[in-house]
C-alpha cells in the first residue's frame, strides 16, 4: 500500500509569548492529502492555516501529534522529509536584486537539478506563468502581481512531489489566477501533489478535488465542494423577487433566506420542478442558478460562529 502524500493526527500549535496570552492556532488536526490531489484550506482570517502549512513544511515545530510527508516524520526526521516540498509562503517575496529568470534557476540548481533541466524548466516556468516580458528586469521594479506570479513561478518548476501554496493567487489579475490554475493541474497530471489555501471560493472550486474547512484551529468538514453545497440544503438557488412575504410556504424544500422582499432558496435539483409550480401559483418569478462554494462556505461557517 503506498502512503499518502502527507497525513496529521492531532496536530496542535500553542504560540507562547512572554507577556501575552498563548494563542491555541491549531486545536488537533487530523487531515490527509492523497497522491496527485489537490486539496484546498480554507477558512477565515486567523483560522491556522499558514500555521498548519507552515508545520507541514518544516517551518514551524508542532506542539504535540504528528504529521508525515510521504511517510516521513516532519517533526522528527525534517531533512528527509524536505526534498518532496517545496512551498510558496503567505506573502513570499522574491529577491528583488535578482531578476525573475536568475530566482527560478538559481533555486532550481540550489535544489540539485543539473544545468539543462534547471535551465528548460526555468523558461517552461516563466512562459506559463506569463513571465517572458519582465524575465530579465530586478524584481525590484516589478509590480506585487508579477512578483506574486515569480514567487509561484519558482515553486512551480521545482515539479516537486508535494506543492505548498499560501495563497498563492493574492493580488493577480483574473488571468494570472488562471495561469496559475492550469499550472498547478498541470502539475498533478504529471504526478505532483498539491496543497494550497485561498480565499478566493471560485478558485477553490475551479482547483480542487476536495477541500477542508478550517476554523478556530479545527476541521469544521471536509469533502468536495458538491458535498459542501449540498449540505447547506441543495446545489441550486432559486431567487424569488416578491417572495418575502411567503418564505413560510417555501421552507420545506430547504435553506430560505429573505432579503427585503426578496427570497432566496437552496434547493436540491430533485425539487426544482415542485418549487416552481409553487413559485407559479404564488404570482413569483423565479430565476433559478448555481449555488456558489462562497454561499456555501458562509453558511457553513456562519452556523459554526453561531452556535457559540
Ligand atoms: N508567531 C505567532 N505568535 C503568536 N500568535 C500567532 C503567531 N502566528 C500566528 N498566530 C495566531 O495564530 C492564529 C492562526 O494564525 P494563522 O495560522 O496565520 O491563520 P490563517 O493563516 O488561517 O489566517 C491566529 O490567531 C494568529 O493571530
Ligand atoms: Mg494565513
Redesign the pocket.
Known sequence: MSVEALRSEDLR?I???RG?PP????AGVSLNVHRGERVA?L????????????IASTLLRPTSGTIEVFGHDVGRAPEKARPYIAVVP?EGKPFFHLTPREQVYTYLRARGLGREVARSRTEESLERMGLTEFADRLAITLSGGQRQRTMVATVIATEAPLLFL?EPSIGMDPFARRDVWESLRNLTRRGSTILL?THYLDEAEALSDRLYI?ER?EVLVTGTSEDLKRSVGGTLKVSLAGGARVVESFRSFGSCVADGEHLTVIVAPERLGELMELAVRSHLTATVGPVTLEEAFLRVVGRSINED
Open positions: 500549535k504560540y507562547t509569548q501575552a494563542v491555541t492556532a491549531l484550506l477558512g477565515r482570517n486567523g483560522a491556522g492555516k499558514t500555521t498548519f502549512l507552515k503567505q499560501d489555501t478550517i484551529g
